[in-house]
């Protein structure tokens, strides 16, 4: 398995300001993915995020809203751009299986709790 | 990637076993089935994983019959600590793959 920090764990942000969310796992995975949780709702992937490459963004997100950056194989980083209260929500970070040996397992860290007022 | 369903919500009480049932009609030859579990205000919690027949590790038991249209998440003796919401995902054990997430299922666990 792979342990996954997220920081901050939990924010009150001011509309049309921006946050960035980091991301730091205990070990080298290739691909990390950012998942979003609105409340009462189930996980909705925003990207899927490669070391040394652009973020794929999923349809529905823009990277000028959510700019990814995923500058090694242990840590990345996703902005919530010009905030508005619709954009309350979990981001949730999350990576394979770093041994590589249980297929497409995913991990997920502690979640980013994201208030907008 | 295959689609599921399964129930929004099931109540239990404390010791009894809970089965959470998940239709997955057009799974395809290269899909896993996999399990989560959701507690408030955490990340989804690997559970179980299996292709076929069954599957058993220490917290619940896969059971996946031969035509795998269908797949049967079961928790032994559930204790109000399960409370939570279960997902049912249907992929390819393919690297880069995302999960694609369903509604779940709520499963609510009282004494």
């Known amino acids: 398995s792979a342990v996954i920090s997220q920081k901050p764990s939990r924010d009150i942000c001011q509309r049309g300001t921006s946050l960035t969310i980091q991301c730091q796992v205990d070990?080298?995975?290739?691909?990390m993915f950012w998942y979003r949780q609105q409340p009462g709702q189930s996980l909705t992937l925003i990207a899927t995020?490669?070391?040394?490459?652009?973020?794929?963004?999923e349809s529905g997100f823009v990277i000028d809203k959510f700019p990814i950056s995923r500058p090694n194989l242990t840590f990345s980083t996703l902005t919530v751009s010009n905030m508005s209260p619709e954009d309350s929500s979990i981001y949730l970070c999350?990576?394979?299986?770093?041994?590589?040996?249980?297929?497409?397992?995913?991990?997920f860290g502690e979640g980013s709790w994201l208030t907008v007022v | 990637l295959a689609k599921t369903t399964q129930p929004i919500s099931m109540d239990s009480y404390e010791g009894q076993e809970v089965n959470i049932t998940c239709s997955h009609n057009?799974?395809?030859?290269?899909?896993?089935i996999t399990w989560y579990q959701q507690f408030p205000s955490q990340g989804p919690r690997f559970i179980i994983q299996?292709?076929?027949t069954k599957v058993t590790n220490e917290v619940a038991s896969l059971f996946i019959p031969a035509d795998r249209k269908s797949s049967t998440l079961s928790l032994p003796r559930v204790s109000l600590s399960d409370t939570a919401v279960y997902y049912c995902?249907?992929?390819?054990?393919?690297?880069?793959?995302?999960?694609?997430f369903g509604k779940g299922t709520t499963l609510s666990v009282s004494s």
């Open positions: 999350s990576v394979e299986d770093p041994t590589g040996r249980a297929g497409n397992t995913i991990y």
């Open positions: 070990s080298q995975v290739t691909m």
């Open positions: 995020a490669n070391q040394g490459s652009e973020a794929t963004y």
């Open positions: 057009n799974i395809a030859t290269n899909d896993y």
């Open positions: 299996g292709y076929k």
């Open positions: 995902l249907v992929g390819e054990r393919q690297a880069g793959t995302a999960l694609i």
